[in-house]
Nanobody
Framework: QVQLVESGGCLVQPGGSLRLSCEAS????????MGWYRQAPGKQRELVAT???????NYADSVRGRFSISTDNAKTAVYLQMNSLKPEDTAIYYC??????????WGQGTQVTVSA
C-alpha cells in the first residue's frame, strides 16, 4: 500500500509564499498523473494543479501564474510552489497520484491559511 505524506502547510500573510511537498512511501514507476487539489470550508474539493508523466501541466484559472507544480521522479514526490498568496487560497491541500493502472492515491491533507 502506498502512502502520500504532505508537508509545508502553515499560516502565511497575504502576498507571501509557501512550498508544499508530497512524497510517496515507496517509489512508483508507473505514474500517469500527480497533482494537488484543495478544499475550502463549505466547498467541494477542486483541482489546483496537475502534471503528467509526459510533463503536461494544468492549472486552475485562479492560481495560474502564481503557483507552480514540479516533481522529483526519483523520490516519487510532487511539490507546489505558491506565490502571491491570497486569503481565498485558504484550504486544506491534498496531493494525488494516479498510476497507469488507474490506482488512485491521496495524501492526508495539509492546511494552508492565508491571513493577516
Amino acid at each position: 500500500q502506498v502512502q502520500l505524506v504532505e508537508s509545508g502547510g502553515c499560516l502565511v500573510q497575504p502576498g507571501g509564499s509557501l512550498r508544499l511537498s508530497c512524497e510517496a512511501s515507496r517509489r512508483i514507476l508507473s505514474i500517469d498523473v500527480m497533482g494537488w487539489y484543495r478544499q475550502a470550508p463549505g466547498k467541494q474539493r477542486e483541482l489546483v494543479a496537475t502534471t503528467t508523466s509526459r510533463g503536461r501541466e494544468n492549472y486552475a484559472d485562479s492560481v495560474r501564474g502564481r503557483f507552480s507544480i514540479s516533481t522529483d521522479n526519483a523520490k516519487t514526490a510532487v511539490y507546489l510552489q505558491m506565490n502571491s498568496l491570497k486569503p481565498e487560497d485558504t484550504a486544506i491541500y491534498y496531493c494525488n497520484l494516479r498510476t497507469w493502472a488507474r490506482n488512485d492515491y491521496w495524501g492526508q491533507g495539509t492546511q494552508v491559511t492565508v491571513s493577516a
